[in-house]
């Protein structure tokens, strides 16, 4: 079965807020092989690795619920607020460790892609080498080689972590690196 798209989420299953379940959705009731394990923000409880994809995609979810998946908080920038509710209400989120952010580019929420570590910092993100040593210098303030050990621990599933984002109108990636 093909996923929902979700123009700001892209590959959610890449990066690991929707997995392959067959838990039963608490909206729809239907078990459709794949369940959200990203954060859930309502009243309701029991919200958590319970909700299908597609649920989240039409909306029902967050509607039924009062439910958003991305903190509006968290979303950079004076958007235009139809942005912010596709982004917070029928976007996938992801588990930061302490801080979610949503960057914006081009007047428009940019897409979240994925979260990394060195391992991909040294494989297919390469490129970002460099912008992750500038937040790590200037961002988080580690300096010299405690800035070269902190960027060859970081880790996609065990933290530090890097967050990737890309615009969906230009070239433009954004990382910011996240840890317990
Ligand atoms: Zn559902
Ligand atoms: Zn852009």
């Given amino acids: 079965m093909q996923l929902p798209s979700f123009p700001y989420h892209p ?35 029991g919200l958590d690795d319970a909700l299908c994809p597609w649920c989240i995609a039409d909306g029902s979810a967050s509607e039924r619920f009062d439910a958003t998946f991305v903190d509006e908080d968290a979303i950079e920038g004076e958007l235009p607020e139809e942005v912010v509710q596709a982004v917070s209400r029928r976007t996938p989120g992801y588990n930061a460790w302490q801080q979610e952010r949503w960057f914006a580019c081009c007047e428009d929420a940019m897409a979240f892609v994925e979260p990394f570590g060195a391992a991909e910092l040294q494989g297919k993100y390469m490129r970002l080498q460099g912008e992750a040593m500038m937040l790590i210098v200037h961002e988080l303030g580690i300096s010299g080689g405690a800035a070269t050990r902190f960027m060859n621990s970081m880790d996609r599933a065990k933290g530090p972590t890097a967050y990737l984002f890309a615009c969906r109108h230009c070239d433009t990636m954004r990382i910011y690196i996240d840890s317990l």
């Fill in 11 to 45: 590959d959610p299953v890449l990066s690991g807020s929707i997995v392959p379940a067959e838990t039963v959705c608490a909206c729809c009731g239907q078990r459709r092989g794949y369940v959200y394990a990203g954060p859930v923000y309502a009243e309701e409880e």
